[in-house]
């Protein structure tokens, strides 16, 4: 028994492997009827324990649901996998965070650490927290919950957001929200978080890319296109990348954002152009590309759609990514050049080049760094970036696979007994001070400054699925599977390797338990990726070569 089905077998547009440029000419939608297969194999034996609220003393059996429609590289030669112990635990403990809403579940609380004397907002339903969540529970046919929260957080959306008397943008989504139940009215009330109770004050640019993939993740798993057809989530989309698609000064076409906006949610050096903001707005593009109606409103905001994924995607190949090759022509360029001819654009000093780069980057192998501005790389490694852009295709083939190349070649580095480092290396001494403020959370080696994350394993399988790895998934599955539940499912761990818990990490973070389980029924079912990945678009194949990408 789930937690609501949706019967409808409406047929969905299929916009993974496409060309960009017939959304500017197209006067109707391309429906194309979907495949969808069921897998029959029972795993009762799985069923898990008390279920909380509106659900309590059902019993609820996990089932691998519908499958994506994607023909994974691996799928062909995947095996099947016996279902873990731990996987029954993550359920039940998946369950226990559930959050209701008039009787009606619309989200997962972010942790249920009842060793914890200090709450804070760990008791609100994240935006971006609940995308595992929901993930987890659309592959187990578990479809209401995921679909009232993307109602719910557009209802919050069209709410007038105001902050010390200044307006926000109309389109912006919340961090968070939580319920408010009056027990003598028997009424349930909702309170969002755009930024004026978060810790600096900083409104997330994440979320509204997060609600777009998720919508679209429903659409996939469920084949049902009229959640997406709504009015309401057509508008929702339109107001999110209209604030995101505004012409101004920028001579960019990435986008300009404040540090502490997304994932890495405390002053870390990202503002300016962040590789985990700009994947995320092409990977919501790209999503919101597929979704659109061709009427009037529509057609506008997809020309405009296109003509910036033509300009981000070549951006972000050329300027973002370093490989040996990369880094060598850095290293010897010339500064101070003037006029459009010139090879260092964002006139980056060579000395400025820290000396880690060089023994950490293979041979084989490359990434997306961090960051560029004027004068100014970030060369760390980020995983949310990476991985996102291995998902969205705006790495091209060859990079995806350079980045999986490094994962393997600098695999102590970057998962170590605990995946997965959410940035390397660690910024400390001097440097943590001026960066982070000091911060005490922040540092080295724990937290947002190189702490390991277990939520992002499931982003890490979903890309080696993608780029035919599942090796990798499999390695980085078993370790975690050491050591998490007998550590009560750690938000974070600390230590170059990962190997202690997180100094102030909450126990049952809800998006490390959810990421398990969406990494194991991705291994176990390949075309549950379907869902979470777009396939290239060959029209937006810059015509460079890889090792002269920084020049014209």
């Not at 194999?41 to 059902?58: D, H, K, M, N, P």
């Not at 010390?164 to 349930?188: I, N, W």
Request: aromatic share 10%; hydrophobic share 40%.
């Amino acid at each position: 028994m789930g937690l609501g089905k949706v019967s409808s077998h409406c047929s969905i547009p299929e916009m993974d492997d496409l060309d960009f440029s017939r959304f500017l000419d197209k006067s109707r939608r391309l429906n194309v009827e979907r495949q969808r297969s069921f897998d029959e194999r029972s795993l009762s034996e799985l069923s898990v324990g008390v279920i909380r609220g509106a659900l309590e003393s059902t019993e609820i059996s996990y089932s691998p649901g519908r499958r994506s429609g994607f023909d994974s590289p691996a799928s062909s030669a995947r095996n099947s996998l016996e279902p873990h112990p731990m996987v029954a635990d993550a359920w039940e403990a998946l369950r226990q965070s559930l959050v209701f809403f008039r009787g009606q579940p619309i989200g997962t609380i972010a942790a249920v650490d009842h060793a914890s004397e200090e709450v804070l907002n760990y008791d609100q339903v994240f935006v971006r927290d609940f995308v595992p969540s929901a993930l987890a529970f659309l592959m187990n046919g578990e479809t209401e919950i995921v679909k009232n929260f993307l109602l719910k957080t557009l209802h919050l959306q069209g709410l007038e957001k105001r902050i010390d008397r200044f307006k926000l943008g109309e389109g912006a989504m919340p961090a968070s929200f939580k319920v408010l139940h009056d027990p003598d009215r028997k009424t349930d009330t909702l309170m969002a978080d755009f930024g004026e109770s978060a810790i600096g004050r900083v409104a997330p640019v994440d979320s509204g890319f997060w609600w777009i993939i998720l919508l679209r993740a429903y659409t996939k798993s469920t084949g049902d296109n009229s959640l997406a057809e709504l009015p309401e989530c057509q508008k929702g989309m339109r107001l999110i990348l209209t604030l995101c698609l505004s012409e101004g000064f920028d001579t960019f076409p990435t986008l300009l954002c404040a540090d502490g906006c997304s994932m890495i949610d405390r002053r870390m050096g990202v503002y300016g152009y962040p590789i985990e903001i700009q994947a995320l707005f092409f990977m919501a593009l790209r999503s919101a590309l597929g979704m659109l109606k061709h009427d009037t409103e529509g057609k506008e905001c997809i020309e405009r759609i296109v003509k910036r994924l033509h300009a981000l995607s070549y951006h972000m190949r050329s300027y973002f990514w370093l490989d040996f090759q990369q880094l060598n022509d850095i290293y010897r360029y010339k500064t101070e050049e003037y006029s459009h001819t010139a090879v260092n654009k964002f006139n980056v000093i060579p000395d400025s080049i820290p000396d880690w780069v060089f023994d950490f980057m293979p041979t084989r192998g490359g990434y997306f760094i961090g960051n560029v501005s004027p004068a100014r790389m970030d060369f760390r490694w980020f995983c949310l970036g990476n991985c996102v852009a291995i998902l969205s295709s705006l790495a091209t083939e060859e990079q995806a696979m350079a980045i999986m190349d490094l994962i393997e070649a600098r695999w102590d580095e970057l998962v170590g007994e605990m995946p997965l480092k959410i940035t390397y290396p660690a910024i400390e001494g001097h440097e943590w001070r001026i960066v982070t403020g000091c911060d005490p959370k922040n540092t080295r080696w724990s937290y947002h400054n190189g702490g390991s994350w277990p939520v992002l394993l499931w982003l890490l399988t979903a890309a080696c699925i993608k780029t035919g790895r599942p090796q990798i998934a499999r390695k980085a599955i078993d370790l975690a599977e050491t050591r998490l539940l007998k550590d009560g499912w750690p938000e974070y761990y600390d230590g170059k390797l990962g190997r202690y818990i997180g100094k102030q990490a909450r126990k049952y973070q809800t998006w490390s338990i959810a990421g398990y389980l969406v990494a194991k029924m991705m291994l176990d079912d390949p075309s549950h990726l379907g869902m979470i990945s777009l396939e290239e678009d060959k029209q937006l194949k810059p015509v460079m070569k890889r090792s002269s990408s920084w020049t014209c």
